[in-house]
T-cell receptor, first 116, second 115 residues
Framework: QQQVKQSPQSLIVQKGGISIINCAYE??????FPWYQQFPGKGPALLIA?????SEKKEGRFTISFNKSAKQFSLHIMDSQPGDSATYFC???????????????FGKGTHLIIQP | DAGITQSPRHKVTETGTPVTLRCHQT?????MYWYRQDPGHGLRLIHY???????DKGEVSDGYSVSRSKTEDFLLTLESATSSQTSVYFC??????????????FGSGTQLSVL
């Protein structure tokens, strides 16, 4: 059972445009919503994250918008550049009973291509 | 990828053979994780560890076992590899946050092909 549902699966945006990737979650106990960026041949890397006490967080050209009532959060990439071409994953904390280690559960990923 | 070394980086093996993947960290982090990445499935947690000899199952643990005899090493073993275990395997460590499980730092991955 997938706990975070991500869309679209792939996205093509022109250079300078806005890239938008969406994620929906079910568990209202989630309290941390990160986005990871992955380049080919590399491991995912934390890009930006938000907590549900705010509706928006901005870091440079990257913004997370959070809608608690709709249980959705999205990543916006402003002025998209070819170097932003990568796979993006949304995530949320897992909750297990043992040891408090938890980890993250991930969406299926969005393959983003920025065309020059 | 500072702090995490995965080995081997690539491996080809035959169905039915045992395979062990190694994750080594140099920064003494308590929490370590093994994920697999497959097209259309994203990243899925296999097993995790919250200390030496303390491990637990993740979302897709069937067919896998892990061991952690030292803080710095977390081993993933496929007892009898199957073609469905062909995947890219990532090790991750938790580098902290408000709760300890939040910020994950990933290694570069191991590409495993089971023929």
């Amino acid at each position: 059972q997938q706990q975070v549902k991500q869309s679209p699966q792939s996205l093509i945006v022109q250079k300078g445009g806005i890239s938008i990737i969406n994620c929906a979650y079910e568990n209202t106990a989630f309290d941390y919503f990160p986005w990871y960026q992955q380049f080919p041949g590399k491991g995912p890397a934390l890009l930006i994250a938000i907590r549900p006490d705010v509706s928006e967080k901005k870091e440079g050209r990257f913004t997370i918008s959070f809608n608690k009532s709709a249980k959705q959060f999205s990543l916006h990439i402003m002025d998209s550049q070819p170097g932003d071409s990568a796979t993006y994953f949304c995530a949320a904390p897992l909750t297990y009973s043992g040891g408090g280690a938890d980890g993250l559960t991930f969406g299926k990923g969005t393959h983003l291509i920025i065309q020059p | 990828d500072a702090g995490i070394t995965q080995s081997p980086r690539h491996k080809v093996t035959e169905t039915g053979t045992p395979v062990t993947l190694r994750c080594h960290q140099t920064e003494n982090h308590r929490y370590m994780y093994w994920y697999r990445q497959d097209p259309g499935h994203g990243l899925r947690l296999i097993h995790y560890s919250y200390g030496v000899k303390d491990t637990d199952k993740g979302e897709v643990s069937d067919g896998y076992s892990v061991s952690r005899s030292k803080t710095e090493d977390f081993l993933l073993t496929l007892e009898s590899a199957t073609s469905s275990q062909t995947s890219v395997y990532f090790c991750a460590i938790s580098v902290g946050g408000v709760t300890t499980n939040e910020k994950l730092f990933f290694g570069s991955g191991t590409q495993l092909s089971v023929l």
